[in-house]
C-alpha cells in the first residue's frame, strides 16, 4: 500500500540502522527502509516529498570516513550504510517584529551577530540535500546583500543539516527565511494591479455581480459559466 | 535514463512533439475541451469516486444514511482512542481562549489573527508545526488580481470546477479575500515570482479561465508556510505551539458547547486536557487513508484526524462522498510513486500525451475531468505506458516547456520537479515524465458557514478538513487560498467568540453517546480512531511482534 516500499522480490541487501544490521530492498529510501526493519516512525518523517525538511539524516558508507547528509525520504540505500536520523536540532532563532526591522545589514548585525563568524568553510554547502549555495547567500549577507541571499536560499526546506554542520554554530536556515521575509516586504518592487483591486473590492465593486450568482439556479450558472471565454495559455 | 523498454515510445512522444509546439505557439487551444456531457461521460465511467465499491452509507452519527467514501465510512465507524471513565475532568492541564488543532497553514493562519484580535492561542499539532500538505503545496495560489479578471470570474471557474455543487457564501469569501490574503502574505515578507514592473507573475491553472495562479517557483507553498510558521514562532507569549501531540478527541461542557480537547503526547503516551473557549480544527486532509488502495501525494500525518473528533462531537459533514485524484502523479521510478508532479508543469506547456505520442485531451481540464481521461486512456483505449512493475501511466511531456518558454525555463521556474528528477538520472528539460493519477484532496469536509462555525458552538474548522468550498472538486491553487481565507477568518471568529463564551462543567459524554450509537447500530470492530499515523511496518515484521501492543495503527 505504502508507495515507498519496493516489491517483495526486490534483491535484499544490508546495512546498519543505528548502527544494527538490518536486510532490506535494493532501491529502497532511507525512511522505506526504516519503516521495512520495522520502525514506527514518529519524529523524523513529514512530507515524505522532500518538502518539509522534517527527515534529516546522517550517514557513512564503509569505505569512507565521511559523514554524509541527505533526506531519509530521497536517498536510496546502498549496501552497507549506517544510518541515523537527526529527529530534533536545538537551533537558535530570534524573535523579532518584521515591522520594525530595516533591510539592511545592521539588522543582521543586531539580531544574528554569529553570522559574522562565518570561517567559509563550506561544510554547510557540501551537507545541504537541496545543493543550494549555503555560504554564498551567508557571505551575501555578510557584505549586506539581501537579495542575492534570498534569492540563493529560496528552494531552503529547513532541514536544519546546514547548522548541525556548522562549525561557526551559525543557523543558516533561519537567517535565510528573515532574509527572505525582509527582501519580499520590503525590496521586491511591489506592482499597481493588486492595490487597485483591493481598492476596488473595498469600494464593493463586485458584490452586486457575485450576489446575483449565489441566487442563480444551477442551469443558469452553468449556461454562463459554459459561454465564459478562456484566457489563452 | 528510462529503460529500454520505455525508448520505442519515447521516440514516438519526440516524433509528434514538433507538430504539437507548433499548435501551442500559434496560440490555438491544443486540444478541444469537454463539453458538460463529455465530461459527465468520463467521469462516471473513469472517475474512481463512481466505482461500486467506493461508498457506502454511514450508520451512525449526523450523516448517518448517507453514501460516504468507504474508507472514511470505516474510521468513523471505530471506536476512540479513550474510556471516558478513566479521565479526571476536574484537572485541567492547560487554559486558553483558543486552541488550534492543527500546525499547517491553516492553524498557523488561524492562531496569528486569533493573536490579533486578542486571544491567548496555543497550537496543538501531531508532528512539528508546518509539518502538513500547505508545505508541499508546488503550483500556485489563485486570486483574481489581473485586470482583465475579476472576484465574479473567480467565482463563475471554482462553481463550474466544482460541478456547480459549491456552497456560495463560502466561494463568495473565498473569492473576495483573495486579493487581501495576497496583499497579508506579501506583507508577512513572502515573495511571490514576480515581473519587472513588481505585478506578479500568473498563470492559467486547470478549469481557470483567466491567469490568476500566483506562484513562488514550485516552492508556493512552503514559501507561504516558512513564513507563517516564523511569524507563529515570533510570538512564543501568546501562541504555545505544542508539537507530537494530536487531540484525540474533542472536550464539551454539559450545556453542549465545545469546551476544548484533549491531546496524546506521542512520546510520553501522556493524555493532557486543554479547556479553550474556542476550538478550531484545522488538521488537514485524509491522503494517509489510501483510498481505494492509491498511492497518495499527502503528508504523513493526512489521516483524517479532524474529521473524527468534530463527526463524535456533532458536527456535519459535506460531500465526504468524494475524492480529488491528482493528475499527474510520478510513476517512474517506482522510489516517488505518487509523488505530485505540480499542475503548474501543464500550465507552463506541458501536455499529457499516450505510448503513440499523441495528446489526448486538453491539458487543463478541471482534475476531476483530466483524471479520468488518464484512466480511460490506460484501461478502456489501452495506450497507456506499462512499467515492468506492471504500473501504468501515460506521459506528461514536460520538454515543450523550454521549447515554449526558452531554456532554462524548468530550473528556473520548477526546480523542485528538476531536483526530484534529478535525483534519478532523468532530466525532464529532455525528457518526459512518466505520471497517473494520485490520491491527493479531501474535497469535502466538516460544514462550516462563512465565519468557519460548525453547528456545535465554540467549534470552528478551516481548510482542507472543511467541505463546501470545493464542492466535489477543487481547482489548482484554490487549496492555497482556502486556508489562508479560512484559517484567517477562523482565527478571527474564534478570538471574538471567547470574549463573549461561558464554560459549564466539562464532560466526555458525547464519547460515551457515540459509543452507544455503535452498540446500537450493531457494528463490531477493533478499529479505532483517529488513526493518527499510518502503519507501514511489513506483515512479517509484525507477525514477530510478539508482545507489541497496537491502538489502531499505532504501537
Not at chain 2, 502523479?329 to 505518487?338: D, F, K, R, S, T
Not at chain 2, 509484525?542 to 489502531?552: C, N
Amino acid at each position: 500500500m505504502e508507495e515507498k516500499t519496493p516489491s517483495p522480490k526486490a534483491k535484499m541487501i544490508s546495512l546498519y540502522i543505528m548502527g544494527k544490521r538490518y536486510e532490506v530492498p535494493e532501491g529502497s529510501t532511507i525512511m522505506g527502509a526504516l519503516e521495512y526493519a520495522g520502525y514506527q516512525l514518529k519524529r523524523g518523517c513529514g512530507c515524505r516529498e522532500g518538502f518539509c525538511g522534517a527527515c534529516a539524516t546522517v550517514y557513512r558508507t564503509t569505505d569512507d570516513y565521511k559523514i554524509k547528509t541527505g533526506l531519509a525520504c530521497q536517498t536510496v540505500v546502498e549496501p552497507n550504510m549506517y544510518l541515523a536520523q537527526i529527529p530534533f536540532f536545538p537551533a537558535n532563532k530570534a524573535l523579532y517584529d518584521l515591522d520594525e526591522l530595516e533591510p539592511s545589514i545592521s539588522t543582521f548585525q543586531e539580531i544574528y551577530p554569529e553570522l559574522f563568524r562565518c570561517v567559509s568553510c563550506n561544510t554547510c554547502t557540501k551537507a545541504c540535500p537541496q545543493d543550494l549555495e549555503v555560504m554564498d547567500y551567508i557571505q551575501a549577507l555578510i557584505r549586506g546583500d539581501i537579495a542575492q541571499a534570498a534569492d540563493l536560499s529560496f528552494d531552503c526546506i529547513m532541514c536544519g543539516l546546514c547548522a548541525a554542520r556548522c562549525p561557526a554554530e551559525i543557523v543558516q536556515y533561519n537567517v535565510a527565511v528573515l532574509a527572505r521575509r525582509l527582501y519580499g516586504k520590503y525590496l521586491s518592487k511591489k506592482g499597481e494591479y493588486l492595490e487597485s483591486r483591493l481598492k476596488e473590492i473595498k469600494e464593493h465593486k463586485y458584490d452586486k455581480e457575485i450576489e446575483e450568482f449565489m441566487h442563480m439556479d444551477k442551469e443558469s450558472i452553468k449556461k454562463k459559466y459554459y459561454v465564459r471565454d478562456i484566457e489563452k495559455m | 535514463m528510462y529503460p529500454e523498454y520505455m525508448q520505442e515510445s519515447l521516440k514516438l512522444v519526440e516524433k509528434t512533439r514538433p507538430e504539437r509546439l507548433k499548435k501551442s505557439l500559434s496560440g490555438e487551444k491544443v486540444f478541444t475541451p469537454m463539453t458538460d456531457a463529455e465530461r459527465g461521460e468520463v467521469l462516471t465511467k473513469f472517475h474512481p469516486d463512481y466505482q461500486a465499491d467506493a461508498r457506502r452509507k454511514i450508520r451512525i452519527g449526523p450523516n448517518r444514511g448517507e453514501n460516504i467514501t468507504l474508507e472514511v465510512a470505516d474510521l468513523l465507524e471505530s471506536h476512540s482512542r479513550i474510556n471516558p471513565d478513566d479521565f479526571d475532568l476536574s484537572r485541567v492541564d492547560y487554559d486558553t481562549d483558543v486552541l488550534v488543532i492543527g500546525g499547517g497553514g491553516g492553524g498557523a493562519g488561524a492562531a496569528l489573527l486569533a493573536r490579533e484580535n486578542g486571544a491567548k492561542v496555543i497550537i496543538a499539532t501531531k508532528l512539528r508545526i508546518g509539518d502538513a500538505n500547505s508545505m508541499m503545496s508546488q503550483g500556485g495560489i489563485q486570486a483574481s488580481v489581473n485586470p482583465n479578471d475579476s472576484p465574479a470570474i473567480h467565482y463563475l471557474d471554482a462553481l463550474g470546477g466544482g460541478h456547480f455543487d459549491n456552497k456560495p457564501d463560502l466561494v463568495r469569501a473565498l473569492v473576495m479575500d483573495a486579493p487581501l490574503v495576497i496583499k497579508w502574505l506579501e506583507e508577512l515578507g513572502v515573495m511571490f515570482d514576480k515581473d519587472s514592473n513588481g505585478n506578479m507573475v500568473t498563470m492559467l491553472g486547470g478549469g481557470c479561465s483567466r491567469k490568476r495562479m500566483h506562484s513562488a517557483r514550485d516552492y508556493t507553498g512552503a514559501a507561504i508556510m516558512r513564513v507563517l510558521r516564523d511569524e507563529v514562532k515570533n510570538h512564543p507569549e501568546d501562541i504555545q505551539v505544542i508539537e507530537f501531540s494530536p487531540a484525540i478527541e474533542l472536550l464539551m461542557d454539559e450545556g453542549g458547547q465545545v469546551a476544548g480537547a484533549i491531546l496524546y503526547n506521542l512520546e510520553t503516551e501522556e493524555y493532557i486536557m486543554v479547556r479553550a473557549k474556542s476550538t478550531i480544527i484545522a488538521t488537514g486532509g485524509f491522503g494517509r487513508l489510501h483510498i481505494k488502495e492509491f498511492a497518495t501525494t499527502n503528508h504523513y500525518g493526512a489521516t483524517a484526524d479532524g474529521l473524527v473528533l468534530g463527526y463524535r462531537a456533532g458536527a456535519n459533514l459535506l460531500y465526504m462522498d468524494s475524492v480529488q485524484y491528482h493528475p499527474t502523479g510520478a510513476v517512474y521510478p517506482e522510489q516517488i510513486l505518487g509523488f505530485l508532479i505540480t499542475e503548474k508543469v501543464r500550465t507552463m506547456g506541458a501536455q499529457p500525451v499516450n505510448k503513440f505520442g499523441e495528446l489526448f485531451v486538453f491539458p487543463l481540464e478541471p482534475r476531476d475531468v483530466e483524471s479520468s481521461s488518464f484512466i480511460r486512456e490506460c484501461t478502456e483505449r489501452g495506450k497507456g505506458i506499462i512499467t515492468h512493475t506492471g504500473r501504468v501511466g501515460i506521459w506528461l511531456d514536460s520538454p515543450l516547456i523550454e521549447l515554449i518558454n526558452g531554456e532554462g525555463a524548468i530550473q528556473k521556474q520548477l526546480p523542485a520537479m528538476y531536483r526530484q528528477y534529478n535525483r534519478f538520472d532523468i532530466d525532464i528539460t529532455k525528457e518526459p515524465m512518466l505520471v497517473f493519477p494520485t490520491l491527493h484532496y479531501q474535497n469535502g469536509g466538516l460544514e462550516i458557514n462563512d465565519q468557519c462555525e460548525t453547528k456545535i458552538p465554540n467549534l470552528y474548522a478551516a481548510g482542507e478538513v472543511s467541505g463546501g468550498v470545493h464542492g466535489r472538486n477543487r481547482l489548482m491553487g484554490n487549496s492555497v487560498l482556502d486556508y489562508n481565507v479560512f484559517g484567517r477568518r477562523a482565527g478571527i471568529a474564534a478570538a471574538l467568540n471567547a470574549k463573549e463564551v461561558k464554560l459549564g462543567k466539562l464532560t466526555l459524554k458525547h464519547i460515551k453517546r457515540y459509543e452507544r450509537e455503535l452498540q446500537e447500530a450493531d457494528i463490531h470492530t477493533d478499529k479505532i480512531s483517529p488513526m493518527l499515523l499510518p502503519n507501514y511496518t511489513t506483515p512479517e515484521v509484525r507477525a514477530r511482534q510478539l508482545t507489541a501492543h497496537y491502538e489502531g495503527t499505532l504501537r
